[in-house]
């Protein structure tokens, strides 16, 4: 949606744009100028004391009525503004033939300012306007005139802004403005697009302007080429984020008219073609119409067969979006790192957690082999490639549960494991072939976050007690609480409190590290590629450094160091099982099923989703699928199993994004432009992690287990800035004049925000008693609660929050 101002700050307001004399005020009766001032008449008593009405030290201007005129204190010129906004359609580049002609007509001879170092707004209009009317008869005085409301009050007269509804609010596009002047005196048209080098502050809607198009048109002209129409196409083509990106990158004016003329031979070929505007242009979440069309395939496998039919056309470019483009290759080669690493040491710490959990049954080589095997497999077979899947710490926790139940009755581990996977696997394939992932239709934003925010509370959770533990086994030694008498022919013992304490050091400094770098873009150090670089590579360069700091500048400090032993894959005994085992397997696997049905679904939800702009559709059921294939063959293998994870598929799409920043009331947010939808970095990523198989236990060894739990902290705190829950915890601790503006703050009230807050830490509190409960038993039923989440937010919720305040607190990510 384009939205035409007349009126914007330079700097200052942005509600001002006809100047309104006061002097009409002489026609106004005495009691209407009276009512309006609030003056009491001459007979009323004014009780007021003699320096209540002293104005002495009264700093601004004020209006006094006195015989029908206006003093202004201490000389000051007051004006009143007229401020009027206007919504206007965009081009149609399809049917307005007159659209396409001015971008080419005025392409050949447009002039085009890049990189200007003057963050003036003012200055750079005056020299945009002196190149533009060279041939003209009109001089620049008498434009800016036309532009600005008054020489005193600076106003931008007429403008046109882009404005993005989304979730129920508005955000206005503050990188760019369209500004339009008319001029009785010149003979034909001109547009001039200035490119600044630095963000201007053209008020408070329009805080950081990198794009100023200008345009100057006659007064005498026909409606489809005056200066509105004129502006309207070309805030038409700014108003798409992706091409002021690419527009940010060019290093010279061909390359930049290059750019406007192929998108708008894209938008006339898009805008055509109804039906390829929809499927090109359609954000990829779960959307209940994207399979609904009628197919000629039976209800049973329907929605697999659309699925395949969607994703099928981009398979191949789902190769090349992973090489061509400007700094692709840079996000590719920064985005394999990030995924090698955030896979690979998650993948050695729940080994170490597996390996204490089964009795060394399923340890470290096992997991990476599973990693590398089913990340392969999914990132070259999967619907959606920037889904990663990886065990997680609810498998962790069911694969707990599993040992227990195979000691506590005298079973065969593997047998078992291996049949609980496999019931797993056959409902997993009911629920695809029926579209039982249809269902998710009903998952919103709230119930992601939930799953989200327990994701990141376990991450944080596993930290806290592994460091914990090394406190309780070193630094409450008992060798440091006691005099002991060593014998000289005996080696000293030492208090290991040392130990501790350097645990703990790397832990926090992988940490600080890692978000500091990953945050390096908002500083003002280096250029901004570096910053950018640096960023990207936050995670690999954190754990790096901290396993340097660990294993060679504190070598004389032994840390522990995880434990391996060589793969061993046998065939599980299943011939051997009882039929009540068997039956016990098939329970077993139900509920993991849903806990496999809940997990994938919510990460590729939240991958889908259409703040991240992805166009190439999705693949629920055929995802779904493939997973249950995939992990009926790890469990009989005795592998541990894998599924979408939390927080590393959202990060691996924020990997390969450009993003753009945004400005509103000194607020900063960043909005996704687009995504390289590839499944080069899930295929390379995951070549390195099975080559990593060959690298256990040297040199491998060398990360402590302190810097993998720092990472767990990094991933957790990272993921928690797309998490809207989150930042509505933080308001419970915000003085309310910082608030954000946030749609949902405008929109919902305060007290509203928080009863929906309150609900979503009842359901995630219910979720952490379950879920980290000392008994193994009762983490059965945490499947179960997470599918309970879709009817109480839609049962239950609405009868404490209102349903026209929940369509802005939890619109569907």
């Not at 002021?244 to 708008?264: G, V």
């Not at 994703?311 to 979006?321: F, G």
């Not at 770098?517 to 003002?524: A, E």
Request: aromatic letters at 10%; charged letters at 20%.
């Amino acid at each position: 949606m384009i939205t035409m101002k007349k009126g914007i700050a330079l700097g200052v307001d942005s509600q001002a744009s006809e100047e309104i004399s006061i002097n009409g005020i002489d026609s106004k009766k005495d009691s209407d100028i009276k009512q309006l001032l609030q003056i009491p008449d001459q007979n009323q008593t004014d009780m007021r004391s003699s320096s209540e009405i002293d104005t002495e030290n009264y700093k601004e201007a004020s209006l006094t009525y006195e015989d029908h005129e206006i003093i202004f204190n201490e000389g000051e010129e007051v004006t009143l503004m007229y401020s009027r906004h206007e919504k206007i359609p965009m081009k149609d580049f399809g049917s307005e033939i007159r659209a396409s002609m001015d971008v080419e007509n005025f392409l050949n001879r447009t002039l085009l300012f890049l990189d200007v170092p003057d963050g003036n707004p003012e200055r750079v209009l005056e020299n945009m306007l002196k190149n533009l009317l060279e041939e003209e008869s009109c001089t620049v005085d008498e434009a800016k005139k036309a532009i600005f409301t008054t020489d005193s009050v600076k106003k931008l007269a007429k403008t046109i802004q882009g404005t993005t509804t989304f979730e129920g609010g508005c955000d206005l596009d503050q990188s760019w403005i369209c500004i339009l002047c008319t001029l009785p005196t010149i003979q034909r048209r001109h547009v001039a697009i200035a490119r600044l080098k630095h963000p201007a502050n053209l008020g408070r809607t329009s805080q950081e302007v990198f794009f100023i198009t200008l345009i100057v048109a006659p007064a005498k002209l026909k409606g489809t080429k005056n200066a509105l129409e004129t502006g309207r196409t070309f805030a038409t083509l700014f108003a798409d984020s992706e091409l002021r990106h690419n527009l940010l990158t060019c290093h010279s004016e061909d390359e930049f008219k290059k750019l406007l003329s192929s998108r708008t031979k894209f938008l006339a070929e898009r805008q055509r073609d109804h039906e390829r505007r929809f499927s090109e242009g359609e954000p990829a979440a779960f959307n209940l119409a994207s399979t609904t069309n009628k197919s000629k395939c039976c209800f049973f496998g329907r929605d697999l067969y659309e699925d395949i039919k969607r994703r099928l056309p981009h398979y191949v470019s789902d190769y090349k979006d992973g090489i061509i483009g400007h700094k692709t290759l840079q996000k590719t080669a920064a985005t394999v790192v990030f995924l090698y690493f955030s896979c690979l040491l998650p993948s050695i710490a729940f080994g170490v957690l597996n390996a204490s959990n089964t009795d060394n049954k399923i340890d470290v080589t096992k997991v990476i082999v599973s990693q590398a095997f089913g990340g392969l497999l999914f990132a070259i077979f999967g619907g959606q490639p920037m889904v990663i899947v990886l065990t997680t710490a609810p498998l962790a926790l069911y694969t707990k549960v599993v040992a227990n139940i195979c000691t506590d009755f005298d079973l065969d581990f593997f047998a078992m494991y291996a049949a609980v996977g496999l019931w797993n696997m056959f409902f997993l394939i009911i629920y695809s072939v029926f579209g039982l992932s249809r269902l998710m239709k009903w998952s919103t934003r709230s119930t992601e976050e939930i799953f989200a925010l327990f994701i990141s509370i376990a991450f944080t959770v596993d930290a806290v007690k592994a460091i914990v533990k090394d406190f309780d086994h070193n630094y409450d030694n008992p060798l440091c609480h006691h005099n002991v008498t060593a014998n000289l022919a005996a080696p000293l013992l030492e208090c290991p409190r040392a130990n501790s304490i350097l645990y703990l050091l790397l832990t926090l400094g992988t940490l600080w590290l890692g978000i500091s770098l990953f945050n390096f873009t908002k500083t003002p150090y280096l250029n901004e590629n570096k910053r950018e670089i640096l960023a990207d590579y936050a995670l690999p360069f954190s754990v790096l450094f901290m396993s340097f700091i660990g294993s060679y500048v504190f070598k004389d400090i032994k840390l522990d160091k995880f434990q391996s032993q060589d793969l061993n894959i046998t065939t599980p005994p299943l011939k051997e099982m009882s039929s009540g085992s068997i039956f016990g397997a098939m329970g077993l696997g139900f509920c993991l099923s849903l806990l496999f049905f809940m997990d994938q679904n919510i990460s590729a939800a939240m991958v889908n989703s259409p703040s991240n702009k992805m166009k190439k559709g999705s693949a629920y059921h055929w995802d779904l699928l493939l997973i249950g294939i995939l992990n009926g063959a790890l469990a009989f293998c005795g592998l541990p199993m894998v599924h979408g994870a939390l927080p590393h598929s959202p990060l691996h799409v924020r990997a390969m994004a450009d993003v753009e920043e945004r400005v509103d009331q000194g607020h900063i947010s960043t909005k996704i432009v687009r995504v390289r939808e590839t499944r080069l970095t899930g295929i390379i990523s995951h070549i390195f992690i099975g080559i990593s198989f060959f690298m256990v236990p040297t040199p491998l060894h060398y990360i402590p287990k302190a810097v993998l739990y720092g990472l767990f902290l990094y991933l957790a705190v990272t993921a928690l800035s797309s998490i809207q829950m989150f930042d509505r915890l933080l308001l419970l601790i915000t003085e309310q004049a910082a608030y954000p503006p946030n749609h949902y703050i405008r929109s919902v009230p305060q007290r509203k925000i928080h009863f929906f807050t309150l609900t979503q830490m009842i359901q995630l509190a219910v979720l952490c008693g379950f879920g980290f409960a000392p008994f193994p038993y009762l983490k059965m039923c945490f499947p179960i609660l997470i599918l309970l989440l879709l009817p109480i937010r839609h049962k239950i919720v609405p009868y404490i929050i209102e349903r026209k305040y929940l369509k802005f607190l939890d619109g569907h990510m």
